[in-house]
């Protein structure tokens, strides 16, 4: 009689192995890229030497890294896919902003926080309209003077914001832009309470902006309508915010169905 077959067995722990590989990768991820060996223990609820075998796997595959303060970082090969599912986007949120642009007439963009700057990773524009808005999808810019990005912003804690601002600076785009960290703070704590925030031509004369957040997405990620500042009254801002907080509702949900559609 044949003896019982442990490849069973040896699949279940393979996926337990990377199940809790992804824990790891998620939990330094929420502790904004680095963590030590302790606190991966404690958050995960497993044993030091369990961490510590699989953390050496990620790290010799790059997807991790360890910091002369032996702490740990998410590493470099992360970056690629990251790059890579971000352009995705475009492919399975196209039919949400489809709707989206078809009720307000307008440019409806998606953008992420990534590497202390705004990315634009989608843009649908308006058929009908002839001054349209366009944004180059892939285009980086620091978030201080985005409605995008001071709406990613005001989602972080006011430490991390002024640490994100020493880093990338706040350069002036337009006479409209907010070039002070208090400035951009108290706008910051506008949108917070409000649920949205705007450019009022901070990035470019003529432009209005008005963005809403993907809550519950994996990674700081914003939807914006962008038009002519003529065409963009308050009732227009109004209208757009309630298009895209429904729109980001279901892109969310999207995102919670297969998290894999974004990583990183």
Known sequence: MPEPSSAPAARAGGVQSLERAFGILEAMADAGGMISLSQLAEQLSLPPATIHRLIRSLVD????????????????????????????????AGPYLSRAVEQLGESVNVAVLEDDHVVYVAQVQPSTTLMRMFTEVGRRVPPHGTAVGKVMLSQLPEDEVRALLSRTGMPRLTEHTLTTPGELLENLALARVRGYATDEEEQEIGVRCVAVPVTGAPRKMALSMSGPSARMDDEAVEQGVSVLRETARQIAEVLGADRSLLLG
Request: charged fraction near 25%.
């Open 61 to 92: 595959l790059g997807y991790v890294r360890q910091e002369a303060n032996r702490q740990y970082s998410l590493g470099p090969k992360l970056l690629r896919l990251s790059a890579e599912s971000a352009r995705r986007i475009g492919v399975w």
